[in-house]
């Protein structure tokens, strides 16, 4: 978990501690590792093909994009009380 935990933080400060872009950009990684898988699924079984993996990743993407989201807050509280 420490090492989801520090992604996150580095990517909620490269994108300046605003949810809005975070959430942009966990959505451009799972538009990425979506046509990464498509591309090996045609590689292997020569055609993409819907599974039962496909909602799992989705939903870790959408609760990475809620984290990101909260860590966004935690550091906003953070810079506006000095902690």
């Given at each position: 978990?420490?090492?989801?935990?520090?992604i996150?933080?580095y990517?909620?400060?490269?994108?300046?501690?605003?949810?809005?872009f975070?959430t942009?950009?966990?959505?451009?990684?799972?538009l990425?590792f979506?046509?990464?898988?498509a591309?090996?699924?045609?590689?292997v079984f020569g055609?993409?093909?819907?599974?039962?993996l496909?909602?799992?990743?989705?939903?870790v993407?959408i609760?990475?994009g809620?984290?990101?989201?909260?860590l966004?807050a935690?550091?906003?509280i953070?810079?506006?009380?000095?902690?």
């Amino acid at each position: 978990m420490k090492y989801i935990q520090t992604i996150t933080m580095y990517l909620a400060e490269a994108c300046d501690r605003n949810p809005i872009f975070t959430t942009i950009m966990i959505f451009l990684a799972m538009l990425a590792f979506n046509l990464f898988e498509a591309s090996i699924e045609r590689l292997v079984f020569g055609k993409h093909f819907e599974h039962w993996l496909d909602p799992l990743f989705t939903g870790v993407f959408i609760a990475w994009g809620a984290y990101a989201t909260y860590l966004c807050a935690i550091l906003r509280i953070r810079d506006k009380t000095g902690a």
